[in-house]
């Protein structure tokens, strides 16, 4: 095992050096400014799927004949405007309505955006800054509808810091954000690893190398290479998009902070994002280095994305749904689990699940190398003309 890991180390370090120093490098630091406009619009399809997603609830604290009036005013409205455009209004039984309840109600458990109390006439909508501004106007056009009147009712605010409801939507945006980020850098980083031993088997090169030290430290090494590669210019990517958030004057503070808070979420998406490039990238090294020439490789390259794809989905559909088996599968599911993993700690503060995630993606990891190596061994270390003419089929089916 310890000539092994020597051995890993040593081609790590020629092949990391021999990338770095190389003219193409600085052409693959450039790579992100194409797909930057694909994530901008990524971040706009989150954005509109929160707002699909975020479904509103306002509690009403006031006299229960004023109650069905609005409940009866919402009912008119939605049948013009559609259900989405209004908040839900749940009726809170036998509450004082007094400031000090209502505080304690919207920082509890349930899910309410904010309560309307007082009057149909004098309304007070209390919630967080972000929720009174998104619904005080929509909540005056219900009240001015009950009371049948033309003169506009104005809206009394009070605000409160964070209900339970924002910080959940706050958490949901943080676990979007993070997930699209890893798998951008996924599908950027980690497709490269296809091609890593077409160019050394056409030289014969990899035969040398197979014939000095063990195969498993060839691909092991190769792996950390590439993944030593892509932290470099992550680091690099990094450093200027900070440098122009501070140019611009970002504020900081209004970020949704994850549960587990940002300086062990930024931790968990470099150990994320790690363990997602090693297990993708371990099983694209044993697919690409059964492809002979680069035309084998681009025909890859598509079934590939579409992989990729799919498992991001699978992750991404599994945000709102904590606990659940779709869920848990996505937690589960060795090549989702990074992205899954990394969504719960937006939402969920307990760390030592991370612990688990990590040794159970790093124990796959090592699986799939060793099917890579017997693959490859099995199928393409192989002399004579016979070998030559396997097509690729064959020699991953190994017949």
């Known amino acids: 095992m310890i000539e092994t890991i020597r051995a890993a180390f040593v081609i790590a370090r020629r092949d990391f050096t021999a990338i770095i120093f190389s003219k193409s490098f600085f052409f693959f630091l450039l790579g992100p400014l194409f797909p930057l406009g694909i994530g901008v619009a990524a971040g706009g399809l989150g954005s509109q799927v929160s707002r699909d997603i975020d479904n509103s609830i306002v509690g009403v604290a006031i006299d229960r004949q004023e109650t069905d009036r609005l409940l009866a005013a919402r009912e ?113 980083l980690a497709g490269m690893v296809l091609s890593n031993l077409v160019e050394e088997k056409t030289n014969k090169i990899i035969e040398i190398l197979a014939a000095a030290i063990p195969m498993d430290a060839i691909f092991l090494g190769k792996l950390f290479a590439m993944l030593g590669m892509a932290l470099v210019g992550i680091a690099v990517w990094s450093t200027i998009g900070l440098a122009i958030t501070l140019a611009i004057g970002v504020n900081w503070s209004a970020l949704p902070s994850p549960a587990v808070g940002w300086p062990l979420f930024g931790l968990l998406m470099i150990f994320y994002f790690s363990m997602a490039y090693l297990l993708l990238g371990s099983l694209f090294l044993g697919i690409g280095a059964m492809a002979t020439t680069v035309r084998e490789v681009q025909t890859l390259s598509m079934p590939v994305t579409m992989g990729q794809l799919l498992v991001f989905f699978v992750a991404y559909s599994s945000i709102t749904k904590l606990g659940q088996p779709v869920e848990w599968f996505a937690v589960l599911f060795p090549f989702s689990s990074p992205f899954a993993m990394i969504a719960r700690a937006a939402q969920m503060d307990n760390v030592w699940q991370h612990g688990l995630a990590l040794v159970w993606q790093g124990i796959f990891t090592m699986i799939i190398i060793r099917f890579s190596v017997m693959l490859f061994r099995r199928n393409v270390m192989k002399s004579g003309q016979a070998a030559r003419k396997k097509s690729l089929l064959s020699r991953v089916t190994g017949k």
Do not use: C, H
Request: glycine content about 6%; charged content about 20%.
């Open 76 to 188: 008119r409205l939605a049948n013009s405007l559609g259900e989405k455009a209004l908040p839900e209004l749940v009726v809170l039984q036998d509450f004082s309505g007094e400031e000090a309840d209502i505080v304690a109600e919207l920082r509890s458990n349930q899910s309410y955006t904010a309560i309307l109390s007082g009057t149909l006439a004098e309304p007070v909508l209390t919630g967080s800054s972000r929720d009174v501004e998104r619904w005080r106007g929509k909540i005056a056009l219900l009240a001015e509808t009950a009371l049948s009147q033309p003169a506009a009712v104005t809206i009394q605010t009070r605000l409160v810091e964070q209900t339970s409801s924002s910080s959940e939507r706050n958490q949901l945006v943080t676990a979007q954000g993070g997930q699209a980020l890893l798998i951008l850098l996924t599908m950027i």
